[in-house]
Structure formats: C-alpha cells, structure tokens
C-alpha cells in the first residue's frame, strides 16, 4: 500500500459520476444535494471550528487540485498547496469562510487584517488587499440574486479558496518571514520551523471561528521585546512615509565639504530643523533661524540614533541621511522584522545578540532581561570579510588561545612579510609552524606554507591577534567572539575591520558573565586563566547559550529609542532584491560556508 496520505479530493471525477447515477436513482434527494456530501463518507471531519455547507465541496476540491488560482494576484501558490488541501480534507471541504452566501465576520477581519498588512512589514498586495472589495461585492450580487450567470458556485468556492490561500500566506509570512535566508547563504534553519508548525490545523481551529484574528495572529510571531517595539517604530515611519508622500519637500543641501559648528552658518536651517523635528529629534517648541546650540545637540541625537560620530557638527554624512526617503526607511524596518521571524523558537530570546551594522552586543539574563551592551569590531565591509548572520550556542570558552591562521590570510597577508623578510618573520611575530596533528616543524619552505603543507599557528599570550580568551559557538563559517590588543579600533564609530569575527571591546567582563554559573570560576580565577601562564585552557559550560548574529538596520532599543543605521554590508539590498524576485519563494538552496579552513579572525 501506498505511504502516501489518502486523499479524497484525488478521487473527484469517479465520485461525482456515482453521486450522479445515485441522483438519477434518488431524484426526490435532488442531485445538487447528493453530490455536495459525498466528502462525508471518507473520513471523520477533524477540524474544530463549527460546521459549515458542504453544499459547493467538488467546486472546492477541483480548485485545489490546480496549484494556480486565476483570481489571485499571485496566481501560482504551488508551494501552499498541499497544506490548502490538507486545510479541506480536515474539514471534509467545507466552506470555511461564508455561511448562506455572506461572508462570516472572521472574514471581514481577516481582510480588515489584509488591507494593514503594511503594519507588521508585510506587503498588503501578497495577501490581494484591493481585489477584495471588488469579490464582496459580487458575493452581494449573488446572494440578492442580481447575478444570475451560471457560474455563481464557482465564484464562492473561489472566494472560499482565496481567503484560504492569503490566510496561509499571511500566517506563514508572519512566523517564518518571506524569504528563506539559506538562498541568500545564511545558515538559520527557516524550513525546518516551517515544518514544525502545523499550518491547515492551526487554521482550521484557530482562525476560522475567531472574533479577533488579529490577536491570534499574533501568537504566531517572535514574543521578543525588542521586536514589538521595533513592530511599532514602524508604524511611526509608515506616516511619515505617508506624509512625505503627501507633501514633498525639496532635499536638503550639502555643507560643502566643511561640517557646521555651532554658531556656523547653514542657509536651510528652518528646513533642517522641520526634518529634525519629524522624527523627535527635535522639540516642536524649538525655533531658530541659526545653527545654535540647541539645533546642534538635536543633530547630536540624530547622529547618535544613526551610529554617526555624535559632536553635534552638521556634517555631510548627517545631510545624506536625513535625506534618506522614509520610504527606504520603512523597507529597513521591514527587513528587520523579517529577520526576527527566521528564528528558530529556542533563538528568539536569545542570552547573546550581536547586531552587526550597530557594531553592538547585548547579553541577557534567564529572564530575557538586559544583562549589558558592548562594543564590538565586525568584519570588514570591504575584502570579503562580511560577518554573516547565523544562529548558533556557545559551548566553550578557550583561554590563551592559539591563532590557527586560515590559508587565505597566508596566501594574502603573511606571505607578503615572508618574501619581503625572510621565514625569520615567523619567530619574530610570535608565530610557529606545525603539522595537522600539532606536531612542531623546524624544516620548512615558504612554498610549503603557501600551499598548506602545514599549519601556521600564533602562540598564546598578549599579542596574540585573538587576545587572551575567545568564545566558541562552532559553526562552519570560523566565526566566534574573542578580545584582541588592537583596542584603537574601540574608539572608531564604524567599527567593521576584522576578518569576519567578533571583538569584543572587554573580553574580560564577558568571561565573567558566561562562566557565572560554573562553581569555582569567580573573577579572580578568570583573571588568572587569562593573564597567567597556562595556555590553550577549554572550559565546557553548563548551559549552552544561544548566540544570534544578526543584521538590523532598524531597531528600537531597550528604552524605546528608534535606530537606523547605514545597510554597510549590503544584507538589507541583498533581501530586497530577493523579495522582489518572488513573495512566497520558500524553496530550500544550499548553504556555503567559508571554503577555506582555518579560523577568521
């Protein structure tokens, strides 16, 4: 026998030819009626919500057996449709979202829910927002008989299968995000969360019936502070969006190459100081015709929402962003939602979360409380050295680490010194050369490096380029957090100079707080691991954590301050592009990793 599940709905053509001869048997039951229930007679009805007609049962199944449905936008919905069939065999393919010819009031939400997609970072036309009106209108006709063409079964199991379909859409779009991120090589497990959550049932018990579908839609996105309050900051620039629409203002100019002090002269104040104003970086009580201190600290504040040097002085960097079109920024938004929602349930409240454009890490506590933020330096933009998002649990902690350099950073960067100063530049940068097994090797070529022969490692201690402990979360991009000596790098606003991992302005503090858990490693013994002599020291923790790597460009902080900050590495482009492409491609593509071995840096 078949492992396949059974469907009723495949066997529509030989069903409808015996309810046809049955009709022509039992004419006083009246074929229309006969042929409408013969989905009764396979199996149990599962779903919970209420009965409904099963008067238009083979309209609906034929439907469903095409993955395309003409009166959708985006006809073709191939991808939900097995679970669009699954939702009707639970329900013995019922109506599910008309009674006696209306539309139920869950419906009327439900399109209600539609039409403000744009409030959770959805795109309202996904879901045929402005086709509505037009389907209602002629469930109307029929039901006060006003349209009598023939095919007014067709049209309301069409209805039926529409809402069906936008409702699956909408739900998975709101739990799992648009995009699959392994198409664009980021290694965040979106089918599998797909897989576990059961779409037609959920649906079926929980949507059909609702009073407020808003609200059980929302049982279905990310239950993390950071992302509601991020949800709402993008209600704030949608107006904005649509007040710039409205009314269009001209750009405001340059500074000529010379950043404003205060007491400087700017001819477009009374036009900087409306833009501030926009955004509440700026009091509305404010007035001023001249760059004064009061307009200068609003600048400030803007630069420091924005991850700009914040002095306070107009600079041309601050210009080009506030001419940023709202419009651009609520696509930020967006792209920050959608990334919350690819987390697996266990990283949602992740204990640490490093946001890569913000050069920023945050640590929480059990209770999903902040714990403490800190600077960070993240691969460089430029180079092939992009950090990339993924989600991963730190399982150890290394003390005095060694530095097992990667082939690319030999081929590019160390060989460069060899051929200049001799292999004698290994010893004096405190490196050593072994074999796979760790083995020292004394008799080698610079060609055996370069073709790597053998490991070239750097030796524990305070020079070492990973510092004095690094942080593992093991994953196939090399990528962990360490401390470093090159803390100049701290002082920078944009902090991207690394070769893909994460710096961590004060590794120490960070020991501290992942080992406070383990017996006997306090401050002091910390202290001790990392400024004594015993090298290479691997400490297993009790409790894995979940570590989130990250890229939001848009974000509202702990204390509900919005942020925007500059897409540096392209990520929100790159998604952008992808959604262009397709709003419900969730086909599964390949992850590639760093192809060279060794670790990034």
Same mark, same amino acid.
């Given at each position: 026998m078949s492992a396949h599940r059974f469907r009723p709905s495949a066997l529509v053509p030989a069903l409808l030819s015996l309810a046809l001869v049955g009709c022509i048997l039992a004419p006083m039951e009246g074929c229309k009626s006969g042929r409408r229930t013969i989905y009764s007679w396979f199996h149990h009805r599962k779903a919970k919500s209420k009965s409904n007609s099963?008067?238009?049962?083979?309209?609906?199944?034929?439907?469903?057996?095409? %993955? *395309?449905?003409?009166?959708?936008?985006?006809?073709?919905?191939?991808?939900?449709?097995?679970?669009?069939?699954?939702?009707? &065999?639970?329900?013995?393919?019922?109506?599910?979202?008309?009674?006696?010819? !209306?539309?139920?009031?869950?419906?009327?939400?439900?399109?209600?829910?539609?039409?403000?997609? &744009?409030?959770?970072?959805?795109? %309202?036309? &996904?879901?045929?927002?402005?086709?509505?009106?037009?389907?209602?209108?002629?469930?109307?006709q029929i039901l006060e008989r006003k349209d009598k063409s023939d095919n007014a079964e067709e049209v309301i199991a069409q209805f039926d299968a529409a809402v069906t379909i936008s409702t699956l859409r909408f739900i998975s779009d709101l739990h799992s995000g648009r995009v699959n991120p392994q198409t664009l090589n980021f290694d965040i497990d979106v089918p599998a969360k797909q897989a576990a959550f059961d779409l037609p049932t959920f649906v079926n018990d929980q949507v059909v019936d609702s009073g407020d579908p808003a609200a059980v839609f929302s049982t279905v996105e990310p239950r993390n502070a950071m992302y509601a309050a991020t949800e709402k900051a993008l209600s704030q620039y949608l107006a904005l969006a649509q007040q710039q629409a409205a009314q269009p203002s001209a750009p405001l100019p340059g500074v000529g190459g010379t950043a404003i002090h205060t007491g400087g002269y700017y001819a477009a104040v009374p036009a900087l100081l409306a833009r501030l104003q926009l955004e509440g970086d700026a009091g509305e009580d404010l007035q001023t015709t001249t760059y004064n201190s009061a307009l200068s600290a609003a600048v400030k504040h803007y630069q420091q929402r924005h991850g700009y040097t914040a002095d306070g002085r107009l600079t041309q960097q601050t210009v080009d962003s506030l001419n940023v079109p709202f419009a651009d920024r609520v696509r930020a938004f967006n792209d920050s939602l959608e990334r919350w929602r690819w987390l697996p349930d266990n990283f949602v409240n992740p204990r640490v979360l490093v946001n890569l454009p913000e050069f920023q890490v945050r640590t929480y506590n059990e209770d999903d409380s902040l714990a403490f933020k800190m600077k960070v330096v993240v691969g460089q933009a430029q180079g092939n050295h992009d950090t990339p998002m993924f989600v991963r649990s730190m399982r150890y902690v290394n003390f005095r680490p060694y530095w097992n350099l990667p082939t690319s950073i030999i081929k590019k960067e160390l060989m460069r010194h060899i051929n200049a100063s001799g292999i004698g530049y290994l010893a004096s940068h405190n490196y050593e050369v072994v074999t796979a097994g760790g083995q020292h090797v004394s008799n080698f070529t610079a060609?055996?490096?370069?073709?790597?022969?053998?490991?070239?490692?750097? !030796?524990?201690? %305070?020079?070492?380029?990973?510092?004095?402990? *690094?942080?593992?979360? /093991?994953?196939?991009?090399?990528?962990?957090?360490?401390?470093?000596?090159?803390?100049?790098?701290?002082?920078?606003?944009?902090?991207? !100079?690394?070769?893909?991992?994460?710096?961590?302005?004060?590794?120490?503090?960070?020991?501290?707080?992942?080992? *406070?858990?383990? /017996?006997?490693?306090?401050?002091?013994?910390?202290?001790?691991?990392?400024?004594? &002599?015993?090298?290479?020291?691997?400490?297993?923790? !009790?409790?894995?954590? /979940?570590?989130?790597?990250?890229?939001?460009?848009?974000?509202a902080d702990e204390d509900g301050t919005i942020h925007l900050y500059d897409d540096i590495y392209g990520y929100d482009k790159q998604l952008e592009a992808a959604l262009a492409k397709h709003p419900h491609d969730h086909s599964e593509h390949k992850v590639n990793p760093k192809e060279t071995p060794g670790e990034t840096l």
């Open positions: 099963s008067e238009y049962a083979d309209n609906v199944a034929q439907l469903v057996q095409s %993955p *395309k449905l003409a009166i959708l936008k985006w006809a073709d919905y191939s991808d939900y449709q097995q679970q669009v069939q699954t939702f009707y &065999d639970q329900r013995n393919y019922e109506l599910a979202w008309t009674r006696d010819g !209306k539309p139920t009031a869950t419906t009327t939400a439900l399109i209600e829910v539609f039409t403000h997609a &744009d409030q959770k970072g959805l795109l %309202p036309e &996904d879901y045929d927002a402005s086709r509505w009106s037009q389907r209602l209108a002629r469930l109307h060609n055996d490096l370069e073709h790597g022969r053998y490991v070239v490692r750097q !030796k524990p201690g %305070p020079q070492n380029s990973l510092g004095l402990v *690094k942080f593992m979360f /093991p994953n196939e991009y090399d990528i962990y957090m360490h401390s470093t000596p090159e803390m100049q790098y701290f002082n920078l606003t944009r902090r991207d !100079k690394s070769h893909g991992c994460i710096r961590l302005n004060d590794a120490e503090a960070m020991a501290n707080w992942v080992l *406070k858990d383990l /017996p006997n490693w306090d401050a002091d013994r910390i202290h001790e691991a990392m400024y004594g &002599d015993a090298d290479n020291k691997v400490v297993n923790l !009790k409790t894995l954590l /979940p570590v989130n790597i990250t890229y939001l460009t848009a974000n």
